[in-house]
Nanobody, 127 residues
Framework: QLQASGGGLVQAGGSLRLSCAASGRTFSRYDMGWFRQAPRKEREFVSAISWTSGSTSSADSVKGRFAISRDNAKNTVYLQMNSLKPDDTAVYYC??????????????????????WGQGTLVTVSS
């Protein structure tokens, strides 16, 4: 189970940090990341982090503003969001994908590749 938190209302230019706590299994062997879905828009990839190499993937729209990190000891992944824009308004979903220890590639950006999805946390950025 993935439990996301940290969403809320913030003004443009502000910051938020999302957290996703995993329970029920050890997610230290899973790539973990975030997707988002804005009203009337398609779900889109935001960022993900590998459990083997620590490498990350991020959408161009958030590069330089968002940073993903993880604490395997706490089974938690974080998304630090800075310089927020109204276009970042969306429900943010935490995801996880099982990976063998031999995989050294970057995390996938494909939604269908992820095995587990959290319930989502709403981020609203006002202009």
């Amino acid at each position: 189970q993935l439990q996301a938190s940290g969403g809320g209302l913030v003004q443009a230019g502000g910051s938020l940090r999302l957290s996703c706590a995993a329970s029920g299994r050890t997610f230290s062997r899973y790539d973990m990341g975030w997707f988002r879905q804005a009203p009337r828009k398609e779900r889109e990839f935001v960022s993900a982090i590998s459990w083997t190499s620590g490498s990350t993937s991020s959408a161009d729209s958030v590069k330089g503003r968002f940073a993903i990190s993880r604490d395997n000891a706490k089974n938690t992944v974080y998304l630090q969001m800075n310089s927020l824009k109204p276009d970042d308004t969306a429900v943010y979903y935490c995801v996880a994908k099982a990976r063998p220890s031999t995989y050294l590639g970057v995390p996938t950006t494909r939604a269908l590749s992820y095995d587990y999805w959290g319930q989502g946390t709403l981020v609203t950025v006002s202009s």
